[in-house]
C-alpha cells in the first residue's frame, strides 16, 4: 500500500500519487484520496459536518425519517460521552485509536457527528474513511476549509468498523498515512468489541499505535429519559408531518420496558405515534410491533408511488430490490443492474435498469444507488421477516 500526499497540499487542492496510478488533482470535492490495499479501496474525505439534505418529509418513505445522516431529530445528552471524547482527542501527540461500541440504535453515528462538528469548530482536520466502489457526494465546506489553516490534529472516524477486512485497519492505522499531520485521533465506531478487536488492538501495539474501547451506555436508561426523549422526537416528527396537537400523542404505557432501551426504538416509537395520530391507524401497543409498522408503510408508500407514476416498479419487485440492497449495501448503478439480472428479480432484463433508477427514487442514495433500508435495525428486521415468508400489507 502506498500512498503519498504532496507535501504543503491543502485539504481540498493537490495530488496524491498512488500506486500504479498518475496523480489526480483534487479540488473541492470534499475527496482527500483513495488508499487502495489489494483490491480494496478506500475513500479518505472530509467527515460530513451538515446534515444531509433531503426533500420534503412527507414524500419520504417512512423510515427515512430515521436516517441518522438527516438528523432530523434535534440532539440531545451524551454530555458525559462528548466530555470523555474531547478529553481524548486532546491528549499526547501520535496516532491514538478509540473504539466506541454499542448495539445498533443507540446513537454512535449521532454522537460521532456531534463530536466531529465540535473537533473541527476547535480546529481539528475531521476526515472520514469509508470502502465503497464510487467515489464520494462533495462534502468540504468554507468552516472545514478554513479550520485547514489552523491544523491541530486529524479526526478521522470509521464507521462500521467491524465490517472491515482483518487486517485492512492495521496498514491504514499503522501505516505513514495519517501521519506529519500533527496529533492524529482515529474514533472507530462497530456494534461488537468481540476477537476482531481483540486481535486490531494486538496489530496496533506492535506499531506503536495505542488503542482502547469505551461501550456506549443506553441515552435514556430511566422511564423519565425515554418519556423526554420520546417527547422530543414525537414534536419533531409531527412538525414535519404536519400533525397538530402532538401534546396529545402519548407514550407507549410500557416504556419501562428493556425493549425501549436502545434510543432509536424511542424514536421509532415517537415516528409510528405520530404517523397513526395523522393517518387515523392504531399503533402498535408494545415495541415489538413497531418495526411491522413501519414496513407496513413502507409497502404503503411504493404502491402510492407505483400508483401515481405510470411504469414505476410493482411494490412485490420493489420489495426484492430493497431485499437485496438491504444484502448487497451500496453499488454503483452499473453494478446493482448487475445484480438484479444476476438473481433474475424478474423476467425482462429490460426493466433491470428502470428498478435500480425507481428504487433511487425511493430510497435517495447518498453517492451510489441501491442504498439499503435504513436504519440498520429496520433493515434487519425488513430481511428476517421476509425470509420467515411474510409479505407486508399495505
Same mark, same amino acid.
Given at each position: 500500500?502506498?500512498?503519498?500526499?504532496?507535501?504543503?497540499?491543502?485539504?481540498?487542492?493537490?495530488?496524491?500519487d498512488?500506486?500504479?496510478?498518475?496523480?489526480?488533482?483534487?479540488?473541492?470535492?470534499?475527496?482527500?484520496?483513495?488508499?487502495?490495499?489489494?483490491?480494496?479501496?478506500?475513500?479518505?474525505?472530509?467527515?460530513?459536518?451538515?446534515?444531509?439534505?433531503?426533500?420534503?418529509?412527507?414524500?419520504?418513505?417512512?423510515?427515512? !425519517? *430515521?436516517? #441518522? %445522516?438527516?438528523?432530523?431529530?434535534?440532539? $440531545?445528552?451524551?454530555?458525559? &460521552? @462528548?466530555?470523555?471524547?474531547?478529553?481524548?482527542?486532546?491528549?499526547?501527540?501520535?496516532?491514538?485509536?478509540?473504539?466506541?461500541?454499542?448495539?445498533g440504535?443507540?446513537?454512535?453515528?449521532?454522537?460521532?457527528?456531534?463530536?466531529?462538528?465540535?473537533?473541527?469548530?476547535?480546529?481539528?482536520?475531521?476526515?472520514?474513511?469509508?470502502?465503497r466502489?464510487?467515489?464520494?457526494?462533495?462534502?468540504?465546506?468554507?468552516?472545514?476549509?478554513?479550520?485547514?489553516?489552523?491544523?491541530?490534529?486529524?479526526?478521522?472516524?470509521?464507521?462500521?468498523a467491524?465490517?472491515?477486512?482483518?487486517?485492512?485497519?492495521?496498514?491504514?492505522?499503522?501505516?505513514?498515512?495519517?501521519?506529519?499531520h500533527?496529533p492524529?485521533?482515529? !474514533? *472507530?465506531? #462497530? %456494534?461488537?468489541?468481540?476477537?476482531?478487536? $481483540?486481535?486490531?488492538?494486538? &496489530? @496496533?501495539?506492535?506499531?506503536?499505535?495505542?488503542?482502547?474501547?469505551?461501550?456506549?451506555?443506553?441515552?435514556?436508561?430511566t422511564p423519565?429519559?425515554?418519556?423526554?426523549?420520546?417527547?422530543?422526537?414525537?414534536?419533531?416528527?409531527?412538525?414535519?408531518?404536519?400533525?397538530?396537537?402532538?401534546g396529545?400523542?402519548?407514550?407507549p404505557?410500557?416504556?419501562?420496558?428493556?425493549?425501549?432501551?436502545?434510543?432509536?426504538?424511542?424514536?421509532?416509537?415517537?415516528?409510528?405515534?405520530?404517523?397513526?395520530?395523522?393517518?387515523?391507524?392504531?399503533?402498535?401497543?408494545?415495541?415489538?410491533?413497531?418495526?411491522?409498522?413501519?414496513?407496513?408503510?413502507?409497502?404503503?408508500?411504493?404502491?402510492?408511488?407505483?400508483?401515481?407514476?405510470?411504469?414505476h416498479?410493482?411494490?412485490l419487485?420493489?420489495?426484492?430490490?430493497?431485499?437485496?440492497?438491504?444484502?448487497?449495501?451500496?453499488?454503483?448503478?452499473?453494478?446493482?443492474?448487475?445484480?438484479?439480472?444476476?438473481?433474475?428479480?424478474?423476467?425482462?432484463?429490460?426493466?433491470?435498469?428502470?428498478?435500480?433508477?425507481?428504487?433511487?427514487?425511493?430510497?435517495?442514495?447518498?453517492?451510489?444507488?441501491?442504498?439499503?433500508?435504513?436504519?440498520?435495525?429496520?433493515?434487519?428486521?425488513?430481511?428476517?421477516?421476509?425470509?420467515?415468508?411474510?409479505?407486508?400489507?399495505?
Amino acid at each position: 500500500m502506498r500512498w503519498w500526499p504532496r507535501r504543503g497540499a491543502g485539504p481540498n487542492t493537490g495530488r496524491i500519487d498512488q500506486s500504479g496510478t498518475a496523480g489526480i488533482t483534487l479540488a473541492n470535492t470534499g475527496e482527500i484520496g483513495s488508499i487502495t490495499i489489494g483490491p480494496a479501496t478506500y475513500l479518505l474525505e472530509h467527515f460530513p459536518l451538515a446534515p444531509t439534505d433531503h426533500p420534503d418529509p412527507k414524500a419520504l418513505a417512512p423510515s427515512r !425519517l *430515521l436516517a #441518522a %445522516r438527516h438528523q432530523l431529530v434535534r440532539f $440531545t445528552g451524551r454530555d458525559d &460521552e @462528548l466530555r470523555w471524547l474531547a478529553g481524548w482527542r486532546d491528549g499526547p501527540a501520535g496516532v491514538v485509536v478509540r473504539l466506541v461500541h454499542a448495539s445498533g440504535g443507540q446513537g454512535k453515528t449521532r454522537l460521532a457527528a456531534k463530536f466531529a462538528a465540535a473537533s473541527a469548530a476547535e480546529g481539528w482536520l475531521v476526515w472520514q474513511a469509508r470502502h465503497r466502489p464510487a467515489a464520494a457526494t462533495p462534502s468540504a465546506t468554507d468552516g472545514q476549509r478554513e479550520t485547514a489553516a489552523a491544523g491541530r490534529g486529524v479526526l478521522l472516524v470509521i464507521d462500521y468498523a467491524e465490517r472491515w477486512p482483518a487486517g485492512h485497519l492495521v496498514q491504514v492505522l499503522g501505516d505513514g498515512v495519517l501521519r506529519g499531520h500533527g496529533p492524529v485521533r482515529v !474514533l *472507530l465506531l #462497530a %456494534r461488537p468489541a468481540g476477537l476482531w478487536w $481483540t486481535a486490531l488492538r494486538h &496489530e @496496533l501495539d506492535e506499531v506503536d499505535v495505542a488503542a482502547d474501547q469505551i461501550p456506549l451506555a443506553p441515552l435514556a436508561p430511566t422511564p423519565e429519559d425515554r418519556v423526554a426523549v420520546f417527547g422530543a422526537a414525537r414534536d419533531r416528527f409531527a412538525e414535519l408531518l404536519g400533525v397538530a396537537d402532538p401534546g396529545n400523542i402519548a407514550p407507549p404505557v410500557d416504556l419501562d420496558d428493556d425493549d425501549y432501551a436502545r434510543v432509536l426504538t424511542v424514536h421509532m416509537a415517537a415516528l409510528v405515534a405520530v404517523d397513526a395520530a395523522g393517518g387515523g391507524r392504531r399503533a402498535p401497543a408494545d415495541a415489538v410491533g413497531l418495526s411491522s409498522y413501519l414496513l407496513d408503510r413502507e409497502h404503503a408508500y411504493w404502491l402510492a408511488l407505483h400508483t401515481h407514476r405510470p411504469g414505476h416498479t410493482w411494490p412485490l419487485v420493489m420489495s426484492r430490490a430493497v431485499f437485496l440492497a438491504t444484502l448487497t449495501r451500496p453499488l454503483p448503478r452499473e453494478r446493482a443492474v448487475g445484480v438484479l439480472r444476476h438473481v433474475e428479480l424478474t423476467s425482462s432484463a429490460k426493466t433491470y435498469g428502470q428498478i435500480t433508477d425507481d428504487h433511487a427514487v425511493c430510497y435517495p442514495p447518498a453517492d451510489t444507488v441501491f442504498e439499503p433500508l435504513y436504519p440498520d435495525h429496520l433493515g434487519e428486521d425488513f430481511l428476517a421477516l421476509q425470509l420467515r415468508g411474510r409479505t407486508t400489507a399495505s
